[in-house]
C-alpha cells in the first residue's frame, strides 16, 4: 500500500470540526507564488495548480524513470494546500478576493532533495513543453498553530476562524500572523466534484503564549 500522509499524520491532515492546539515540524513543498482571485477562469491560481500537480507527478512516477531517488517509497501525492493574505488588511476580505496574495502548495516527501527538484522541473518542462520557472522548492517551518476542520463553503470560514480565536485565547496563546507566519488552508475536496455545504478544509492559524 503506497505511503498515505493524510492517513499516517492525521493530526496534521485530519483534525475534528473543532479547535485544537497542534506544532507542525519543518517541511518541504513544491511552491508558487501569485495573486488575484482563485476562481478566475485563466487565472494565475488555476495556472499554478496545473504546474503543483505535474512536478508532484513527475516525482511520485520518477520510479520509472532514469532518475532513481534515494530513499524512494510508493506514496500518495498529499493535498493541495494554500498561504493566503492580502495586503494592508487584517485578516481576510472576502469581498475582494482580487487582492488576495498566495503561496499555492503541495508536500514533498523527505526523500526530495533539491537536486531531485530540480531534475523533475526540468523533466516536466521538457516532456509538457511548459515553462515551470515560477516553481519553487519552499521549506517552510510552521511551528505552533491552532487548527480546525472547516465543513462548507470558502466564504463561510469566518465562522470557523471565529472559534479558532475564541478557542485560542482561552487557552492562553494569542494570534501570530505576520510575513513569515501566514493564513494556511488544506483542502482535502475537490471543489470540482463536491457540493460546496460538503468540502472539508483545514484552517491553521499561526499562534504565540501570551
Partial sequence: MPFDYK?????????????SIVTIPSMNFIAVRGHGDPNAEDGEYK???GLLYSIAFTIKMSKKSNHQIDGYFDYVVPPLEG????DG??????????????????????????ADFGWAVDEAA?????????????AYAEGLCVQCM?????????ATVALMHEYMEQQGYALDINEQR??????????????????????????KRK
Avoid at 498561504?83 to 492580502?86: N, Y
Fill in 7 to 19: 492517513k499516517e499524520y492525521k493530526e496534521f491532515y485530519m483534525p475534528k470540526n473543532k479547535p
Fill in 47 to 49: 495556472q499554478a495548480i
Fill in 83 to 86: 498561504f493566503w493574505w492580502q
Fill in 89 to 114: 488588511i487584517e485578516g481576510i476580505d472576502y469581498s475582494h478576493k482580487e487582492k488576495f496574495e498566495w503561496i499555492s502548495v503541495i508536500r514533498l516527501p523527505d526523500f526530495v532533495t533539491q
Fill in 126 to 138: 521538457q516532456k509538457k513543453k511548459t515553462d515551470f520557472s515560477a516553481v519553487e522548492f519552499l
Fill in 150 to 158: 472547516h465543513i462548507g463553503p470558502y466564504d463561510e470560514e469566518p
Fill in 182 to 207: 501566514l493564513h494556511h488552508e488544506i483542502y482535502l475536496s475537490d471543489a470540482r466534484k463536491v457540493a460546496p455545504e460538503k468540502l472539508k478544509t483545514i484552517i491553521r492559524h499561526p499562534i
